[in-house]
Each structure stands twice: as structure tokens, then as C-alpha cells.
């Protein structure tokens, strides 16, 4: 975890080593932004299946999501990075989030080149993990810039979080003093998508949640209770955020569950076969 002021932009900083258990790996669309420095072989992100998978050698960085991310793992991988709360990519952005929305760039795209040469070269050579999460963390202080409406786009989606999506979105641009538009506005710069979509990714990702693979699923009841018009809305905003049925979700995660007991990766991304 970040010391103040990051903890309030970034959930937690991590090391990654090792093999993946499997070469595809699918992220569905979560209301969190993510920042990867690369230090092993490239990796390859997919981000939808109407756009080309495209290679990255040094990270990347990617803005709160619309849709899946297919990730590619070399048969090793090593990195270190940062999950960010939805808000929290934008004060070390040069260019507003919505540029990137599921449009996923290297680090150098937006940190340049020497910049994350040098970056890369100090974590590479850093005695071990504790010493490279410092490093980073260090380098995200000095990035970390003052950024116009912050304040009013963090407490807003702070509300959409603490509900789980269901807070009355035209409730919350009144209570903080503002129009509709300018309030979306305000998201699209900082995290790249509206308050709308915002809510409706937290929504999703609550219910994914709540489903125990090793137990029977009640679609309809689900959705119900997590407030989805019917059991057929359920579905297709299943389909928009992962990629795959509900019933095929299960499948996968029944799948993983017997292949990998126990793995930290159980849940959340997904094995994309």
C-alpha cells in the first residue's frame, strides 16, 4: 500500500514473477485503471475483438476499461505495477483519460522514452521486490501533479463505489452542485468514462463477485437482486463486459477452480480459453 498522498489515488502497488498458468489471460471491464513497467519479455493486449492484438515491451497503461482485455504472457513474466482507483490514473496522465479509453499505451507513450529507460534500468537492477516497489512509488510522488476537478470526480465515484452503482446519478450532480453535463465532462477528462458507465461497471463487477462457482446459480434471482431489469439485461451486459455468457463464465471459473485450487488469479481476470 502507498504512504499519503498516493493511497488516496492508488489501491496497491505489486511485483509480479513467474509463470502464468495460462499463455491468455481476460480481464472484463472493472471500474480501476492500471499501470504496468515491463521488464521481461513483451507482452500483447487485445482490446476487443475488433481491434488488433498489439505488443508491449516497456508496460503499458491502461484507463478504466468499457469492454475485455486480453492479455498474451510470455512463458515467463516480470513486472511491477500499480492498480489505480478509477480517479487515480488522471494526475499522472499528460493527456486526458478519455484519449485512452480502451485504447491501452505504452509507458513511453506517456512518460517518453528516457524517462522510462531510466525507470526500467533502476527497477531492473534493484536488489529485490520491497526495493522496486519503493522505486516506483518514489517515481509516482514526483509524477503526481495538481488536476483541475479531482476533488468533485473523486467524492462522486467514492458514492458510486460505497453503492455498488446504484446511486441516482442526476442525485449525485445535485448534490455536488453541478450540472449533468459537467459533471460527465469532469469523468471523461479524469478517468475516461461517464458516471453512467461508471456505475454500470461497478454494478457488473459487484455481481461477478457475489457468484460462487462451486455452487448451483440462480440467474434470474441474481439479477434480480442486483438490480438488473430482467434476467435477459443480465445477460447482455454480461456479454459487453467479459466477452462470454454467464453460463460460460461458470464453466471457465468451475474449470480453473479444478486445474489451479487455490490460485491467486481464481476469480479475476479469467482464463481466456
Known amino acids: 500500500m502507498p504512504r499519503p498522498p498516493l493511497d488516496g489515488l492508488i489501491d496497491d502497488l505489486y511485483y509480479l514473477e513467474g509463470v502464468s498458468p495460462y499463455a491468455r489471460l481476460t480481464l472484463p471491464a472493472s471500474p480501476a485503471a492500471f499501470l504496468i513497467v515491463n521488464l521481461g519479455a513483451p507482452f500483447r493486449i487485445r482490446a476487443g475483438t475488433d481491434v488488433a492484438t498489439a505488443e508491449y515491451a516497456d508496460g503499458c497503461v491502461v484507463t478504466t476499461p468499457t469492454r475485455a482485455l486480453e492479455f498474451g504472457y510470455p512463458l515467463r513474466t516480470r513486472s511491477v505495477g500499480a492498480h489505480f482507483k478509477p480517479w487515480g490514473l488522471a494526475p499522472f496522465l499528460p493527456m486526458p483519460a478519455s484519449e485512452l479509453c480502451d485504447r491501452p499505451v505504452t509507458v513511453e507513450q506517456a512518460w517518453g522514452r528516457p524517462a522510462v529507460a531510466e525507470l526500467r534500468d533502476r527497477l531492473a537492477t534493484a536488489p529485490g521486490p520491497d526495493e522496486m516497489l519503493t522505486l516506483l512509488e518514489e517515481e509516482l510522488r514526483r509524477r503526481l501533479c495538481e488536476t483541475a476537478g479531482l476533488g468533485l470526480v473523486r467524492h462522486t465515484s467514492s458514492v ?41 461497471t461497478y454494478r ?34 454480461f456479454r459487453a463486459f467479459t466477452g462470454l455468457t454467464p453460463t460460460r463464465y461458470v464453466d471457465v471459473r468451475r474449470r480453473f477452480l479444478r486445474e489451479h485450487p487455490g490460485h491467486a488469479l481464481d476469480g479475476w481476470p479469467l482464463p481466456a480459453d
Open 160 to 200: 458510486i463505489a460505497a453503492t455498488s452503482g446504484a446511486a441516482a446519478i442526476g442525485d449525485l450532480s445535485v448534490a455536488a452542485g453541478v450540472s449533468s453535463t459537467h459533471l460527465a465532462q469532469r469523468f471523461k477528462e479524469l478517468i475516461g468514462v461517464t458516471p453512467k458507465r461508471l456505475a454500470r
Open 204 to 237: 457488473f463487477t459487484a455481481t461477478v463477485f457475489s457468484i460462487n462457482p462451486a455452487e448451483p446459480v440462480d440467474w434470474g434471482d441474481l439479477a434480480s437482486s442486483a438490480g438488473y431489469f430482467d434476467q435477459a439485461h443480465f445477460g447482455h451486459e
